[in-house]
């Protein structure tokens, strides 16, 4: 995880630098630190906490100069302190540096380095790099290179990063070279946003906004050269490119509160429009389908088809499951979805005809590159289900889909879920009408999706209902979600939501195989929530509501509006809009995500950077 932003130019870099990292503190915020260069040397400032607590160190103690690189942290190796946390200073100060991934060999290279008398100062594997670097700039001066030689420098960090094992996303500087800002990446993601006579450099468009729209995506094995000069891509095996600039697609709303207190909260009100965003263009009335112009597949091979295997992880993997319900209903096809960390490391026997698709918000998750990349070995032909344009999936995978829901900036993910479910719903409804669907089926299908941003404009209308419930409810300790068909995984979803933010134990469950265990568990102080539309599954989840109720269980129902049958079985009921089955997990999230979140502002948390957690894991 981590995130790293870098500046060269001619502003004060310390205030960009800040800026940007508190837009990346969604990738950890266990400790932050800036280093800034300026005539009379490099200044460092690093801390542990939040990135506020960097900004009045660095508000008492200034660093004046306009090239810096800055870091947030979320700790793999070593516990958040002052000293961990970064830049890292190699040698004798000749490197300074930041580091986003984990590198796998760096006790065996540790113990090298020290042996050659290198001392170190943090418990990271990223002090490992500094040193490493520093160690083959001594050894590039030995064999006479000249040391104010660029070349030197470069020659000296491509030796250090062959010897690495791991990712990495580097910003490093230079105490002999003055007026130069290198990069590398293996892993984790990297971008440059180019400006006028200044450069920008970060682990995500988002400290970009508001500088420049002009963006250079770094692939692996590449570093990047930046002076005021100009910029140099190398990539180690094949030498240098020229720079492809493209457009960042993330505007200052996205990083604006816009009156909300959390980003939380102003992403679920954001759903009517993401939902809008993920189908705009997409629905062919007349043909009765939806279409998408990134798959890169032809109607035969779509049509050959004989399964698909949705890979993801957190959120995004609830929403696969969702994914395999529609697809096998729409198009028949059989689906699986695999958890990317096992998949990895799993040899599925996969047909020629099976079509690996990644869901992923970020495009960063390390596990689900991995899986893409391990299927991709394999000759399978691999696409992505992705939110963030230019990321590493989105950039690796053969073709794919993108959600358009704009930054997701809170790290409990909500538009992002709603806005997989939707495109999944339109990648079933193109798979079934290439497949035996009728035109009127697939007509339905378009007419009810239509609707279905007003459907959770007025579903959000529940938000005061729910905070007084959860008023009612935030002292407890653990929660039942229970759900049937495509309102199991909204109940895995749920329960994550209620446990990422609220530190609440939550279980989610098939509502009928709560009888087989979970059941247990039921008592006075553990309410269950039952999500219990009408539909298919109505009258058999509520016999299961029903047992919970003999057992004195607490029970808060969402419920389709006018179900009066609740009023006197369930504790509390949450209305929302009737809509058919295959369309209720874009409705029935919606509850629940407020619900976590007023659990969790009243319980004191904070919603928006809970506890151990990171948005985007790029470590395994
Ligand atoms: C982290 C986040 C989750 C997210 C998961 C997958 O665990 O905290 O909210 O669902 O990663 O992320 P992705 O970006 O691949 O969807």
Same mark, same amino acid.
């Given at each position: 995880?981590?995130?790293?932003?870098?500046?060269?130019?001619?502003?004060?870099?310390? %205030?960009?630098? =800040?800026?940007?990292?508190?837009?990346?503190?969604?990738?950890?915020?266990?400790?932050?630190?800036?280093?800034?260069?300026?005539?009379?040397?490099?200044?460092?400032?690093?801390? $542990?906490?939040?990135?506020?607590?960097?900004?009045?160190?660095?508000?008492?103690?200034?660093?004046?100069?306009?090239?810096?690189?800055?870091?947030?942290?979320?700790?793999?190796?070593?516990?958040?302190?002052?000293?961990?946390?970064?830049?890292?200073?190699?040698?004798?100060?000749?490197?300074?540096?930041?580091?986003?991934?984990?590198?796998? &060999?760096?006790?065996?290279?540790?113990?090298?380095?020290? $042996?050659?008398?290198?001392?170190?100062?943090?418990?990271?594997?990223?002090?490992? +790099?500094?040193? =490493?670097?520093?160690?083959?700039?001594?050894?590039?001066?030995?064999?006479?290179?000249?040391?104010?030689?660029?070349?030197?420098?470069?020659?000296?960090? %491509?030796?250090?990063?062959?010897?690495?094992?791991?990712?990495?996303? @580097?910003?490093?500087?230079?105490?002999?070279?003055?007026?130069?800002?290198? $990069?590398?990446? @293996?892993?984790?993601?990297?971008?440059?946003?180019?400006?006028?006579?200044?450069?920008?450099?970060?682990?995500?468009?988002?400290?970009?906004?508001?500088?420049?729209?002009?963006?250079?995506?770094?692939?692996?094995?590449?570093?990047?050269?930046?002076?005021?000069?100009?910029?140099?891509?190398?990539? !180690?095996?094949?030498?240098?490119?020229?720079?492809?600039?493209?457009?960042?697609?993330?505007?200052?709303?996205?990083?604006?509160?816009?009156?909300?207190?959390?980003?939380?909260?102003?992403?679920?009100? %954001?759903?009517?429009?993401?939902?809008?965003?993920?189908?705009?263009?997409?629905?062919?009335?007349?043909?009765?389908?939806?279409?998408?112009?990134? @798959?890169?597949?032809?109607?035969?091979?779509?049509?050959?088809?004989?399964?698909?295997?949705?890979?993801?992880?957190?959120?995004?993997?609830?929403?696969?499951?969702?994914?395999?319900?529609?697809?096998?209903?729409?198009?028949?096809?059989?689906?699986?979805?695999?958890?990317?960390?096992?998949?990895?490391?799993?040899?599925?026997?996969?047909?020629? &005809?099976?079509?690996?698709?990644?869901?992923?918000?970020?495009?960063?998750?390390?596990?689900?590159?991995?899986?893409?990349?391990?299927?991709?070995?394999?000759?399978?032909?691999?696409?992505?289900?992705?939110?963030?344009?230019?990321?590493?999936?989105?950039?690796?995978?053969?073709?794919?889909?993108?959600?358009?829901?704009?930054?997701?900036?809170?790290?409990?993910?909500?538009?992002?879920?709603?806005?997989?479910?939707?495109?999944?719903?339109?990648?079933?409804?193109?798979?079934?009408?290439? !497949?035996?669907?009728?035109?009127?089926?697939?007509?339905?299908?378009?007419?009810?999706?239509?609707?279905?941003?007003?459907?959770?404009?007025?579903?959000?209308?529940?938000?005061?209902?729910?905070?007084? +419930?959860?008023?009612?409810?935030?002292?407890?300790?653990?929660? =039942?979600?229970?759900?049937?068909?495509?309102?199991?995984?909204?109940?895995?979803?749920?329960?994550?939501?209620?446990?990422? +933010?609220?530190?609440?134990?939550?279980?989610?469950?098939?509502?009928?195989?709560?009888?087989?265990?979970? +059941?247990?568990?039921?008592?006075?102080?553990?309410?269950?929530?039952?999500?219990?539309?009408?539909?298919?599954?109505?009258?058999?989840?509520?016999?299961?509501?029903?047992?919970?109720?003999?057992?004195?269980?607490?029970?808060?129902?969402?419920?389709?509006?006018?179900?009066?049958?609740?009023?006197?079985?369930?504790?509390?009921?949450?209305?929302?809009?009737?809509?058919?089955?295959?369309?209720?997990?874009?409705?029935?999230?919606?509850? =629940?995500?407020?619900?976590?979140?007023?659990?969790?502002?009243?319980?004191?948390?904070?919603?928006?950077?809970?506890?151990?957690?990171?948005?985007?894991?790029?470590?395994?």
């Amino acid at each position: 995880m981590c995130g790293i932003v870098g500046y060269i130019g001619r502003q004060p870099a310390s %205030e960009i630098l =800040l800026e940007g990292l508190r837009r990346l503190e969604y990738r950890g915020y266990d400790s932050s630190g800036i280093a800034v260069r300026d005539l009379d040397g490099i200044s460092i400032r690093k801390k $542990a906490g939040r990135v506020q607590e960097l900004a009045r160190l660095v508000d008492e103690q200034p660093c004046p100069g306009n090239l810096g690189i800055g870091h947030t942290r979320w700790a793999t190796h070593g516990p958040a302190t002052d000293v961990n946390s970064h830049p890292h200073v190699g040698g004798n100060g000749e490197v300074i540096l930041v580091h986003n991934g984990v590198i796998e &060999n760096y006790a065996t290279l540790r113990e090298q380095l020290q $042996a050659l008398g290198y001392v170190f100062r943090s418990a990271t594997d990223t002090e490992v +790099i500094a040193h =490493l670097i520093a160690h083959h700039l001594e050894e590039q001066a030995r064999l006479g290179k000249d040391p104010e030689d660029l070349q030197t420098a470069l020659d000296a960090v %491509e030796l250090a990063l062959r010897r690495l094992k791991g990712t990495y996303g @580097l910003a490093i500087l230079f105490r002999d070279f003055p007026e130069l800002l290198v $990069a590398a990446r @293996l892993g984790s993601p990297l971008v440059v946003g180019v400006g006028k006579g200044e450069y920008y450099l970060a682990s995500d468009g988002s400290p970009l906004v508001g500088h420049t729209d002009e963006v250079v995506y770094l692939a692996d094995h590449e570093m990047v050269l930046l002076t005021t000069e100009g910029m140099r891509l190398i990539h !180690r095996d094949t030498g240098a490119r020229a720079p492809s600039i493209q457009t960042l697609d993330q505007t200052q709303h996205d990083q604006d509160l816009n009156g909300f207190p959390h980003y939380m909260l102003k992403e679920i009100f %954001e759903q009517p429009q993401t939902i809008e965003n993920a189908m705009r263009g997409r629905l062919d009335e007349e043909e009765a389908t939806a279409r998408f112009g990134g @798959l890169n597949l032809t109607v035969q091979q779509l049509r050959r088809l004989d399964r698909i295997v949705l890979t993801a992880c957190g959120t995004s993997w609830h929403a696969g499951l969702v994914g395999e319900y529609l697809i096998e209903e729409f198009a028949r096809i059989p689906v699986e979805v695999e958890y990317a960390s096992e998949l990895r490391y799993r040899n599925p026997p996969l047909s020629e &005809n099976t079509m690996v698709f990644a869901i992923t918000q970020s495009g960063e998750t390390a596990d689900t590159l991995a899986a893409l990349r391990e299927c991709q070995r394999k000759g399978h032909p691999t696409l992505a289900i992705c939110n963030v344009v230019g990321s590493t999936i989105a950039r690796e995978a053969d073709g794919g889909i993108y959600l358009h829901a704009g930054a997701e900036v809170g790290v409990a993910s909500t538009k992002a879920f709603t806005s997989q479910v939707t495109v999944l719903t339109l990648l079933a409804l193109h798979l079934g009408r290439l !497949r035996h669907m009728s035109h009127p089926a697939g007509k339905r299908i378009i007419t009810a999706l239509r609707n279905m941003p007003d459907v959770i404009r007025e579903t959000l209308k529940c938000n005061d209902a729910v905070r007084e +419930i959860a008023k009612k409810y935030h002292h407890i300790t653990d929660c =039942l979600y229970l759900g049937r068909q495509y309102n199991f995984p909204v109940a895995l979803e749920g329960a994550l939501k209620l446990k990422e +933010i609220s530190y609440i134990h939550a279980e989610g469950y098939p509502a009928a195989e709560m009888k087989h265990g979970p +059941i247990a568990l039921i008592d006075e102080q553990t309410p269950s929530v039952f999500i219990v539309p009408h539909g298919n599954m109505y009258h058999k989840v509520m016999s299961n509501l029903e047992e919970v109720k003999a057992r004195r269980g607490p029970v808060i129902a969402i419920a389709s509006q006018g179900d009066k049958a609740l009023d006197n079985l369930a504790d509390d009921v949450i209305y929302v809009p009737e809509v058919e089955d295959f369309l209720q997990p874009l409705v029935t999230t919606i509850p =629940l995500q407020l619900f976590s979140y007023h659990m969790a502002v009243l319980r004191g948390c904070n919603v928006d950077r809970p506890r151990n957690l990171a948005k985007s894991v790029t470590v395994e």
